[in-house]
Structures are given as structure tokens and as C-alpha cells.
């Protein structure tokens, strides 16, 4: 059949617009691409501004192993963005009871001294599922797909990758000779950093996590966010500044036909299209759309949202707090929790603008510098003159930004109906701007394979072998 004319995409995040990119490089250009979003595109990937300068809001760092976003930094002529260095430290919220220092054989020798060999069983494991994970870049240039997630995960690491889903970083980590105490010191204030959720979130999530506290990680010169609008500058995708309310189904010369349902600044409006793919996450307190017609009907999926803070403040930081007088020797750029019941912040770190000149250098620990505070609730103003001296500046942000781990107990499905597909449903198995890309690629490739009829290239078994094969 030809390629399907034309097809909407429901959100220009990251994952809309890589859909979007990875359609038309399946289908070929002739796909005409309405992608509706009623904000701006990139989503979180999100800047604001701080004395004239940009800077990354949230979704701030990406793994040194994300090929797909290597790859479009590299389609779009996009450039790394310059490291700066800081050292980072875990605190108590009496002391900090971790603390790096310029010095890797010192950092090693402090991790050994505290906890024993349990960082090198954490390393091996993360190693061990970051390798069996990779194996999805291999299906994925051989056109392979998964038509559910518990697909997917089964292909790349068998039962024990679902289950990974079902059971805690804490327990899988204890279960490999880690120590409790490392867990609740070193694995706890990774996971509030970056989730804001404590070691009870499920072993896959928690280890993408780990991985990207590891490894070494970049950021796109300019924001994050230019990756979105230049892959969809790329596919010439049609962006509709509206808001999907519903999709209804109907049908055509024997095919499904979708009805999507908008509303935008001049009202209410409807367009038909032979495909779609829903990138928003399909939960009442995201995105509050219907769908109708459908039978069995598509519910909405069962599973709460974290939400967080975002608190970037221009100011001169209070290192007594942090058991420093005299500001002039705080050595730390970013300050990880424990999961103390008095903390109020999960996580902090002096950030850099998005564009770093060649003379830049990080402001001395006495002059004001840029924050940015994850917490959970909005800080006070007494919570705020616990942290700063003084400040010039506090931008807000507040997001439902991670599924609630603990909420939900199965994952959400990719195929909703023979040509509408959801994409957020990954972030169940693990939130990273990578994992949205992967699923971004998935998803592109199922429709493509679906549309085409080739059975053989979905949630084929033993593909390892079938890959070395074709090789």
C-alpha cells in the first residue's frame, strides 16, 4: 500500500517530533505529518532565562551511549555543548557524608573506605544491563520492532528485563552483595536527583538511572531543546498550535480512519488521518482526551504522576547550611539528598547556560551564581533563606514529571488500534530522553512494518541469532 496520507502526531516533545523524523524515514518523504501541540514544541526539554542568559530548565544531561540522540545532534549540525567540571557531594541535611574530590584514585579509595566493594557490584550490574539494553540499537537498523514494551524488554534481556519492572532497584541491588548502607546513602540520593522517588522504584528505571550517574554525559550547545524543532524543521512536519481533545474511529474502504479533535486560539477544528501516534501521556491529569467509537473501548492508563518543583535561583548560596563559613571554600556543584524525613530538597547543582563561551569558568562559591533546586513541594521563603544568603531571582516550575513507580503494576500498551499508537507509555519502563527515542523508533518501525504486513519483522524471538545471521 502507499504510504499513509496523512498522518498526525499528538505532542512535539522530544518524542512527537524523533516519531515524526523516524516516520517519514521509514515511509519516505511523500508522508504529509501534522504534529499538534498546544505549547512549544520541545516539551520538557524546556530553557528560561536568568540575567540575559539561557538555561536548561529540566532535562539537562544525556548519556554518553545515546546513539539515537548522538545521532540527530549529527543529522541537524548541532554541537556538544562545553563541559565545565564541578565536583559533586551526597548530603544528610547535617553533613555530607559522601564528597568527591579532584582526585580519582582518592574518590575510589573514599567509596572502598566507606562501603566496601559494593560500587564495583553496582558497576558490573548496571554494565551488565546497559550492554544487554544496546542490543535494541542492532534490532532496530535491522528493521526489527515490538508491538508491546514486555516485548521489547524480553528481546533484549528475557524474562528477567519484565521482571526488572516488577521489582525494586533496593532488592535487586541487595541481592548481588551491594550493602544496605550504600543503598541508602549513595543509590537513594541518585534516585531522588534524578526521579525524585526513593529506592523502591523498579530495577530497570533505577539502573538507567545509575548509568547516567556513572557514565560520563553532554548536553546539546544551544539547549536541549533545538534537537525538537530541528527534526521537525527537517521533516517539514506541519505544527498545529492546538490542543487534541478526542479521537473517534471511523472507517474508509474497509481501513480504520481516525477523526483527531482540536482545539486552538480560532476554536474547535477536526481532521482525518490514516495514522496516529499519541506522544502525551494518556492519564486525566496530562492530557484529558477521549476517545470514542473504539470497541473495546481505550481506556485511560491506571498510574500516577511525581510531581516536581523546579527552582532556579540567581543568588549567593548559604554554605553554612552545608557546614561551610566561610563561602570561599565550598568546593561543590552539585549536592545530592539522602532520604531524610527533615530535607526538603532532593537535589541541587550551579548550572551553566546553554551557551558556554571559550572563556566562561563556574563563579567563584562567595559570588552569586545560578542555581537550580529540585524538591517536591514549592520552597518557602524560609526554605529559600535556609539555602541562599540572599538572591536576586527565583523562577518556578512546576510539572508532573515522572509516573509514580510505586502507582502501577503492569505497562501500557504501544498499539491501541490497528493504526493508533502511544509512545509515553516507555516512561514506565525508565524516563530518559533515550529511552523516548528508542520508543520513538519502535514505534515508527511497527507502524511501518504493521502497514506494510511484514509479520516477520515484529516481536520476532531469538533475534540475537536471526541478527548475526542477516549480518
Excluded at 552483595?177 to 529506592?199: C, E, K, M, N, P
Aim: glycine residues 8%.
Amino acid at each position: 500500500p502507499p504510504a499513509p496520507l496523512p498522518a498526525a502526531v499528538v505532542g512535539a516533545g522530544l518524542g512527537g517530533s524523533a516519531v515524526a523524523y523516524f516516520l517519514q524515514q521509514h515511509f519516505g518523504p511523500q508522508v504529509q505529518l501534522d504534529v499538534y501541540e498546544p505549547a512549544g514544541v520541545g516539551g520538557r526539554l524546556a530553557t528560561l532565562t536568568v540575567n540575559k542568559q539561557q538555561y536548561e530548565s529540566r532535562g539537562a544531561s544525556i548519556h554518553a551511549l545515546s546513539l539515537h540522540m548522538q545521532d540527530f545532534v549529527k543529522i541537524l549540525g548541532l554541537k556538544h555543548r562545553r563541559e565545565v567540571a564541578g565536583k559533586s557531594a551526597i548530603f544528610s541535611g547535617e553533613h555530607f557524608i559522601l564528597e568527591e574530590t579532584d582526585w580519582y584514585l582518592l574518590n575510589l579509595f573514599r567509596l572502598w573506605w566507606h562501603y566496601g566493594i559494593s560500587f564495583l557490584r553496582l558497576q558490573m550490574w548496571v554494565e551488565e544491563v546497559m550492554e544487554k539494553f544496546m542490543r535494541i540499537y542492532k534490532y532496530q537498523a535491522h528493521g526489527y520492532a515490538f508491538s508491546s514494551l514486555e516485548e521489547l524488554l524480553r528481546s533484549l534481556g528475557g524474562d528477567a528485563f519484565v521482571n526488572m519492572t516488577q521489582r525494586s532497584v533496593a532488592e535487586s541491588l541487595l541481592e548481588v552483595g551491594v550493602t544496605q548502607r550504600f543503598v541508602d546513602d549513595v543509590i537513594a540520593a541518585v534516585l531522588r536527583s534524578s526521579y525524585g522517588q526513593s529506592v523502591l522504584v523498579p530495577a530497570f528505571a533505577g539502573a538507567m538511572s545509575l548509568a547516567g550517574a556513572q557514565g560520563s554525559t553532554w548536553a546539546v550547545e544551544g539547549g536541549n531543546k533545538l534537537v525538537c524543532s530541528g527534526l521537525l524543521k527537517l521533516t517539514k512536519a506541519n505544527v498545529i498550535p492546538a490542543r487534541v481533545t478526542g479521537i473517534s474511529l471511523h472507517s474508509s474502504e474497509g481501513r480504520a480512519l481516525y477523526q483527531v479533535h482540536y482545539e486552538g486560539k480560532e476554536g474547535q477544528g477536526s481532521a482525518f488521518y490514516d495514522m496516529v501516534v499519541v506522544t502525551t501521556p494518556l492519564h486525566p491529569s496530562r492530557s484529558n482526551f477521549t476517545f470514542e467509537n473504539f470497541e473495546p473501548p481505550i481506556a485511560n492508563f491506571l498510574g500516577a504522576f511525581q510531581p516536581s518543583v523546579t527552582s532556579v535561583v540567581h543568588g549567593y548560596l548559604n554554605s553554612s547550611y552545608f557546614g561551610f563559613p566561610d563561602p570561599k571554600l565550598f568546593p561543590f556543584a552539585n549536592i545530592l539528598t539522602t532520604d531524610t524525613p527533615d530535607l526538603f530538597f532532593n537535589a541541587m547543582d550551579n548550572i551553566c547556560p546553554v551557551n558556554i563561551s571559550a572563556a566562561f569558568r563556574r563563579k567563584q562559591p562567595q559570588e552569586a551564581a545560578v542555581w537550580r533546586v529540585f524538591s517536591q513541594q514549592p520552597l518557602d521563603k524560609q526554605q529559600l533563606k535556609t539555602l541562599f544568603r540572599s538572591y536576586y531571582s527565583v523562577q518556578v516550575t512546576e510539572w508532573q514529571a515522572y509516573p509514580r513507580y510505586d502507582a502501577a503494576k503492569s505497562l501500557p500498551p504501544i498499539v491501541l488500534h490497528e493504526n493508533l499508537f502511544y509512545l509515553s507509555g516507555v516512561e514506565w519502563v525508565a524516563s530518559s530522553m533515550e529511552m523516548i527515542a528508542v520508543a520513538a523508533k519502535n514505534v515508527a518501525l511497527l507502524a511501518y512494518n504493521r502497514w506494510h504486513q511484514d509479520l516477520e519483522k515484529i516481536d520476532q524471538k531469538d533475534l540475537m541469532h536471526k541478527v548475526k545471521t542477516e549480518l
